[in-house]
């Protein structure tokens, strides 16, 4: 065994061959870091041993990156099936293992995301012994991804702590509660979001007139036919006006746990609504990407462009940019165990005041945006360094 003044071994939990995995490991390299490895999530979600023997063959120090288990149909079953009991017992939607075993890839469908984020608790329960062994140093805290993963928790975890964040409308299960919700409130807008979803998967921009008509915007692409009623993401933003399909959709959010907020109104640039994207490494605002969309929605994958960072800088006050780069790093005071995380902060019109939208505990994938010439994934391997080092020093 390597003594802890060594150089780290690096491990990545993750998606063999996934585009998060491969540029990770080229910073890797490009730092010159060994050794290093990869070991697949799926098979450690139906064998959590093989983390242990993953850590046991690198040996000690070792640093660990869990990344996020999306974009790959083997793993989103194992994490179906592992969350199935759990979903069972508190009473949400669920696909039992029998039925997981003859699924097929049906891609976008929105499936069960209460059941998959059940599942990615167990894995993270599974995977904590291994993980806070003496000589393992964790990037990414694994109960804090799940804080982070839950939009309901995560919101109440930063109001709890002062962090400004859009108007909660707590306990919203149904369309008609939220109707009856933004009635008490005198308001007429407000976001319904898949506590569990990202990159825009379930959220719903939902506007109510005062006559009572409707438009709901969304990602989600509506299939009705012989297979009954189901929602897809999409790439092609849909706008819904008929009452019926508008309570489909919140409805069937909503089933599966959501956050309602209300919509506030977000700064535009060139008459388009935009919102920032903001690494925190080592508790420090970094990266910084500026998102316009097209839509209510500004998530990349959807089409939407990066905006002039430097140009938005010198649009709005020092001390508002300032205050605004101060509250990301305040969200690293309320997950002081996660060395990275994405902030999604929105500007108001005037560009004054600011509200955290989300965090993304794996918002890191940012290609080719660099803070002081650096690319996001080198600037977290220094500041994982930098922990080790510190925190090493603190023990003697």
């Known amino acids: 065994m390597a003594s802890d003044a060594a150089a780290p071994a690096w491990l990545i939990v993750g998606v063999p061959d996934n585009r998060r995995t491969t540029l990770f490991l080229a910073a890797l390299e490009g730092r010159q870091e060994a050794p290093r490895r990869v070991l697949d999530a799926g098979e450690a979600l139906v064998e959590p041993w093989r983390l242990q023997a993953a850590l046991e063959a690198l040996g000690r120090p070792c640093a660990v990156r869990l990344d996020s288990p999306g974009e790959d149909f083997k793993v989103t079953r194992r994490l179906l099936a592992a969350g199935a009991a759990a979903a069972e017992a508190e009473g949400s939607p669920f ?39 003496p000589g393992v140093w964790v990037m990414n805290d694994p109960d804090e991804i799940a804080v982070m993963f839950d939009k309901v928790a995560c ?8 962090i400004p964040i859009p108007p909660r409308l707590p306990g919203v299960a149904s369309y008609d509660a939220l109707v009856e919700a933004l009635e008490a409130a005198g308001e007429r807008r407000a976001f319904v979001k898949l506590a569990h979803g990202s990159s825009a998967s379930g959220v719903i921009a939902y506007e109510r007139g005062r006559r009572g008509q409707e438009r709901a915007t969304t990602s989600m692409e509506r299939v009705r ?34 956050q309602v907020e209300l919509w506030v109104p977000k700064a535009t640039w060139d008459g388009q609504p935009f919102d920032l994207r903001v690494v925190v490494i080592g508790g420090e605002a970094r990266q910084v990407v500026m998102r316009v969309g097209q839509s209510p929605m500004t998530t990349p994958h959807l089409g ?29 005071e309320v997950f002081p165990r996660s060395l990275y995380f994405g902030v999604d902060v929105a500007l108001d019109q005037a560009m004054e005041r600011h509200w955290v939208l989300e965090v993304n505990a794996f918002g890191d994938l940012l290609p080719g945006v660099r803070w002081r010439g650096e690319e996001t994934h080198a600037v977290e391997i220094d500041a994982m360094r930098v922990r080790m080092a510190s925190r090493r020093e603190e023990a003697r």
């Open 95 to 133: 696909l039992p293992p029998a039925a997981l075993a003859q699924l097929e890839d049906d891609r976008g469908l929105i499936l069960h995301p209460r059941q998959w984020y059940l599942g990615l608790c167990a894995a993270l329960r599974a995977w904590g012994p291994a993980l806070a062994a």
């Open 225 to 258: 036919d012989r297979r009954g009623l189901r929602f897809y993401n999409s790439l092609r933003i849909s706008r819904y006006t008929a009452p019926e399909h508008i309570r489909d959709a919140v409805d069937a959010v909503c089933r599966e746990r959501a």
């Open 304 to 332: 939407n462009a990066r905006g002039p960072v430097e140009a938005l800088r010198q649009r709005v006050a020092p001390d508002a940019w300032a205050a605004m780069l101060r509250t990301c790093e305040r969200v690293a």
């Open 155 to 162: 919101q109440a975890r930063l109001e709890a702590a002062g």
